[in-house]
């Protein structure tokens, strides 16, 4: 079964700090990988998706992350921090038959950002 | 579109009752998950319907859950009796299309706070 582990559950950056948040996989198959962000208060949202072709991939709000496959690795970065990156991120990745597919999620990172 | 609409947002209520939290995903949508957030487990899959049958339900944690989608537009979380162990956030969330998760992205509702007493 395909599962996500994300390393440190709160993160402390300062402004303007490169940020780094780590994800490696469990998969038998080619993963299908995802990060997503949660604000206080609200629901998750799609920051970036890893499926086939370019290993770096970018998404919302300065983030990109890069899939390694030797390393089973798909860590989330962005070169400087912003105070509105504060959030919870969650990596993520499918399983299932296609048709019959689910998101499994890690247990998350709290990113907090110093002035 | 409205998105996904969860409702109440807010549930308080007190062990042994009855709670039912609802979902209406995003016209269209024919995947319907529901998710369950506790600080100490992170987010679990709960259940999952793909055109309103359920496909998956071995995250359901006991008996005392269940869900159901009569329709396309429209989905429900009953938790009886409810315990103090069940307060978490409550998250459903849609997706559409036939391309599968890798292609079409997950819309999340914005959860339901619930407070077991």
């Known amino acids: 079964a395909q599962s996500v582990t994300q390393l440190g559950s709160h993160v402390s950056v300062s402004e303007g700090a490169l940020v780094l948040l780590r994800c490696n996989y469990s998969s038998s198959v080619p993963p299908y990988l995802f990060w997503y962000v949660q604000y206080p208060n609200q629901g998750l949202q799609l920051l970036l998706k890893?499926?086939?072709?370019?290993?770096l991939v970018k998404g919302i709000n300065g983030f990109e992350a890069e899939f390694k496959k030797s390393e089973t690795s798909f860590h989330l970065t962005k070169p400087s921090a912003h105070m509105s990156d504060a959030a919870e991120y969650f990596c993520a990745v499918i399983s299932g038959d296609f048709g019959n597919e689910k998101l499994t999620f890690g247990t998350g990172t709290r990113l907090t950002i110093i002035p | 579109d409205a998105g996904v609409i969860q409702s109440p947002r807010h549930e308080v209520t007190e062990m042994g009752q009855e709670v039912t939290l609802r979902c209406k995903p995003i016209s269209g949508h024919n995947s319907l998950f529901w998710y369950r957030q506790t600080m100490m487990r992170g987010l679990e899959l709960l259940i999952y319907f793909n055109n309103n049958v359920p496909i998956d339900d071995s995250g359901m944690p006991e008996d005392r859950f269940s869900a159901k989608m009569p329709n396309a537009s429209f989905s429900t979380l009953k938790i009886q009796p409810s315990e103090p162990r069940d307060s978490a956030v409550y998250f459903c969330?849609?997706?559409?299309?036939?391309?599968?998760?890798?292609?079409?992205?997950?819309?999340f509702g914005s959860g339901t706070q619930l407070s077991v007493l």
């Open positions: 890893y499926t086939t072709g370019a290993t």
């Open positions: 969330a849609s997706s559409g299309g036939d391309r599968g998760l890798a292609n079409e992205k997950l819309f």
